[in-house]
């Protein structure tokens, strides 16, 4: 039996890397579900369309994931355990694509509030796009869905999925930066 392990993102994202890092530790033969949203993860778990939930919940520099406690607060389950993942941000764009050209930055609310510093020193000028998630906002920008003077700041696995350019490298503010991650499993009465 395959597991599936439903993750809050995108492919190329920082809670599929997550994903990854269980189905290896615990050498799983598992599929991985990009489900976006904490909400449509425990949502799946639930309704037992997923085996696992994977899911951040707190970074050492951008704080708690709001969303995450939202969706925690309205559903039912176990958590199985919990992981800390060593996160680095790029600052990614359409091949071809300068710093001259970019008048916004597109990312995941905690992503923009671990690279703060970072933005507000560099882009001031930019405005800032809260999006669904790191690697979604990555995947709109390499297909036009975000106009190519928009910026994401996502995972490098993000770059090389969607053919993107890095523009700069660990733009996070803080060099340690860590995200623990909740793996979840269905609650049974």
Not at 163 to 185: C, H, P, R, W
């Amino acid at each position: 039996m395959v597991m599936k392990i439903g993750v809050m993102g995108a492919r190329g994202s920082f809670s599929e890397m997550a994903g990854e890092r269980y189905r290896t530790k615990h050498n799983l033969d598992g599929e991985i579900v990009p489900l976006i949203s904490a909400e449509n993860v425990l949502t799946a778990l639930e309704k037992g369309e997923i085996d696992r939930g994977i899911f951040p919940i707190e970074n050492s520099n951008g704080g708690i994931v709001i969303e995450a406690v939202h969706a925690m607060a309205k559903h039912r389950f176990v958590i199985e355990e919990m992981f800390e993942l060593d996160v680095h941000h790029m600052l990614l764009v359409r091949p071809g694509v300068t710093a001259s050209h970019i008048t916004a930055v597109a990312s995941h609310d905690q992503a923009l509030k671990q690279c703060r510093m970072y933005l507000k020193r560099v882009w001031p000028q930019a405005e800032l796009v809260p999006y669904a998630d790191t690697a979604k906002a990555a995947a709109d920008v390499a297909n036009g869905t975000l106009p190519n003077t928009t910026a994401a700041i996502a995972p490098r696995s993000a770059a090389e999925l969607y053919g993107l350019d890095i523009l700069e490298e660990s733009i996070q503010d803080l060099k340690f930066n860590y995200t623990v991650f909740i793996v979840a499993k269905k609650f049974e009465e």
